[in-house]
């Protein structure tokens, strides 16, 4: 199984000369098991980065972690949607009060978006429940996790290999850190012993002091719930918009010099390749 970042930015796209490496496109990612299956984690600005234009046939799957506009606002330039041999099937969370296809009509329709989702020409939507799903080669686990709205993390399972996914997650809400009780920290059951976790850091230390309850995490807190979780490798996401690629390489020095963790981490790039 491998992945490529292609959206990393966080709240809202940033493009410019400050943020070429870290990259300024919104949060997804494109999964892909060894016998070629397609997974795409959310549809931020950065869906139009996935290895997709050629593809006429076959399935793909999308899987939104929820519908806040950075998640969802390059549905409409995501290709295969067009193509009417290519099957797209788009998952997200169960709501109570709305169907998926109704919550995200409310986008893609005049006058947000001139087409209409019930004319895209091969689109199933799922709303998904917490739990586990097989699609084709991927066992994927949804789980609500902390963060303003429903929302989900995955965790995703192919090639004997686990890679969870929790863009935008508050897990030292309510206590300022994550605790050692792993029963009372969001997010822990699809995190725990991942090979590879991406996880929100959008903060740093002193920004989230005043943006308790945002939804949002910094580096410390996302390093603590790597190693609580027993995760292999962390890759950081969601950067916050008004941090450089020189404020993201400094904070990820400064918090790696104060806390020696056994725990690999780096800042996710855009374009960056992960083979699992």
Do not use: C
Not at 1 to 10: F, I, S, V
Not at 117 to 129: G, I
């Amino acid at each position: 199984m491998r992945a490529k970042l292609n959206g990393t930015r966080g709240s809202v796209g940033r493009a410019g000369p400050g943020t070429v490496r870290y990259g300024g496109d919104t949060s997804s990612v494109e999964v892909t098991s060894n016998e070629g299956a397609t997974l795409i984690l959310d549809a931020g600005s950065g869906v139009v980065h996935a290895d997709v234009a050629d593809v006429k046939t076959g399935r793909i799957d999308v899987l939104l972690t929820h519908l806040h506009m950075d998640h969802i606002q390059g549905l409409g330039f995501f290709s295969p949607l067009f193509e009417p041999g290519v099957e797209v099937h788009m998952w997200g969370p169960i709501s109570t009060t709305k169907s998926l296809t109704a919550r995200l009509a409310r986008y893609l329709s005049p006058p947000l978006f001139p087409v209409r989702l019930r004319d895209l020409p091969s689109l199933t939507v799922h709303d998904l429940a917490p739990g586990t799903v097989q699609i084709g080669p991927f066992s994927v686990t949804a789980e609500f996790v902390v963060h303003p709205g429903q929302t989900f993390g995955y965790r995703i399972e192919a090639d004997s290999r686990t890679l969870t996914y929790l863009p935008d997650h508050e897990p030292a809400l309510g206590s300022g850190h994550i605790r050692d009780d792993p029963k009372w920290t969001s997010g822990f059951a699809l995190a725990e012993g991942s090979d590879v976790l991406i996880h929100d850091a959008q903060y740093t230390d002193d920004e989230y002091e005043e943006r308790v309850g945002w939804g949002h995490s910094t580096l410390s807190h996302a390093l603590d719930f790597a190693e609580l979780a027993g995760a292999g490798r962390l890759v950081t996401f969601h950067h916050e918009p008004n941090h450089s690629d020189e404020e993201i390489d400094r904070h990820h020095s400064e918090v790696g010099e104060r806390r020696q963790s056994a725990i690999r981490f780096e800042a996710g790039l855009a374009g960056m390749h992960i083979s699992l």
